[in-house]
């Protein structure tokens, strides 16, 4: 059956439609992993998103149960060159194409991934539309049809739960997490909470946490309520704090600095990013259309920390006057490098010294 890649510029691309039957509009943007798909789809930060990914040949390995970054994915479509004919792996649970349909996403195949990912970076990240047939209807529906800009109500938990362990207590705020967060702080024995997004800053310091973690999600963070900055404030003045992506973006926010969309944003496992303060490189999974301004720190009370080679985008930040740091990009990896997992054993050692500090008060 044939499905249609209609972009808003009016660019049309004729492919074989694969995943669910229904017909999508979403932001479209481009992944340059060459591995990670399942993790990629299952990530909450691609909500409201049509997901293309340039390597040419996806959905070698299947799909198991191991490596879900949520349990029910967001996104609003895939895109692939082509779709492995056939799939092995010890740990395979369904095929791609199942797993599409699986999780009611619709998708294309048999498109040039890589002349479409050149035209987004000539000419920004844009709306398309995944349809059945390619009409005049069709793009003024594409047209007039806005991008939502506020999706972390829907990739957010309803309510609290426990990821109960013996060691530091950490209240996770979800703004649209990925299991793999969970999982590191799983390995360092830490006793979890995870909240909701719109949770406030006496809810969280309830719980009495060691440390707080601010997580990625999707979106715009600038149309994020002003009450989730304010918590953030709140919490840093209190306990130890860590951003991740999301996290990091409202954790400037929360702190004075401001926010801009990137023309087509970083989607990939092998961005170098550079540790001012040690030189240190680390190669790292990024998912992110918006990102800090660099001259916007300024004045403030926040102090950039890392930085990405490629193009000085800031992707790390930290207070001066608090036990406070975020991070740009996803040290947890899954998929990717696992570089940067020491920044959690980095927040440990912040939760023991205020603690220790605390103490000899």
Known sequence: MKRYLILED?????????????????????????????????????NGEILMFTYPLIGNYGVNRDDLESAKSTCYGVVVHEVARRASNWQMNMTFEEFLVHQDIPGISGVDTRAITRRIREHGAMKAALVNTASDVEFEKLRQTPL?????????????????AN???????????????????????????????????????????DGVMFTNGPGDPESMNESVLQMIRE????????????????????????TTKMKFGHRGFNHPVRDLETGRIDMT??????????????????EITHEEINDGTVEGLRLKNHAAFSVQFHPDAAPGPHDADYLFDKFMTMIDDFKNKKEDK
């Open 10 to 46: 009016g660019t049309t691309y004729e492919g074989t439609a694969i995943g669910a039957e229904r017909e999508s509009i979403g932001e479209l943007v481009f992944n340059t992993g060459m591995s990670g798909y399942q993790e990629s789809i299952t990530d909450q930060s691609y």
């Open 148 to 164: 939502k800009k506020n999706q972390i109500e829907e990739s957010s938990t309803p309510g609290p739960y426990p990821n109960p």
């Open 167 to 209: 060691g530091r207590k950490v209240v996770v705020v979800d703004f649209g997490l990925k299991y793999s967060i969970l999982r590191e702080f799983a390995r360092r024995d830490c006793n979890v909470m995870v909240l909701p997004f719109d949770t406030t800053a006496e809810e969280v310091l309830a719980c009495n946490p």
């Open 235 to 258: 919490v840093e003045e209190e306990v130890p704090v860590f951003g991740i992506c999301m996290g990091h973006q409202l954790f400037a926010l929360a702190n004075g600095a401001k």
């Open 285 to 302: 999974s990024q998912n992110h259309g918006y990102a800090v301004e660099r001259e916007s720190v300024t004045n403030t009370q926040l």
